[in-house]
Nanobody
Framework: QVQLDESGGGLVQAGGSLRLSCAASGRTLGTYNMGWFRQAPGKEREFVAAIYWFSGLTSYVDSVKGRFTISRDNVQNTLYLQMNSLKPEDTAVYYC????????????????WGQGTQGTVSS
């Protein structure tokens, strides 16, 4: 069992930055693919970014490429999402998730989820 706890959300102006953290407990994250998803009001939860445990390769949704960076610290058992040049359309609840296998972009393939942290970008 893996417990995930996100933090770092808040309110920023457009163009600003936020750094989200996801602390894991219960098991080491070392062999899990990790992802960030987000859900805006009235919308489906969507994939944002993922990092693969074996290769360290990363993947992003097109709308955040060049602005967001996903990273992980397997020693600290923590996942991060650095979000720069934020836009009002980035406003959402951000969730971290862990999967033992499956499609990194596929919400249903993730086994564990955090409770989410709110990120709000004002124009």
């Amino acid at each position: 069992q893996v417990q995930l706890d996100e933090s770092g959300g808040g309110l920023v102006q457009a163009g600003g930055s936020l750094r989200l953290s996801c602390a894991a407990s219960g098991r080491t994250l070392g062999t899990y693919n990790m992802g960030w998803f987000r859900q805006a009001p009235g919308k489906e939860r969507e994939f944002v970014a993922a990092i693969y445990w074996f290769s360290g390769l990363t993947s992003y949704v097109d709308s955040v490429k060049g602005r967001f960076t996903i990273s992980r610290d397997n020693v600290q058992n923590t996942l991060y999402l650095q979000m720069n040049s934020l836009k009002p359309e980035d406003t959402a609840v951000y969730y971290c998730a862990a999967q033992s296998a499956g499609g990194a972009h596929v919400r249903g393939d993730y086994n564990y989820w955090g409770q989410g942290t709110q990120g709000t970008v004002s124009s």
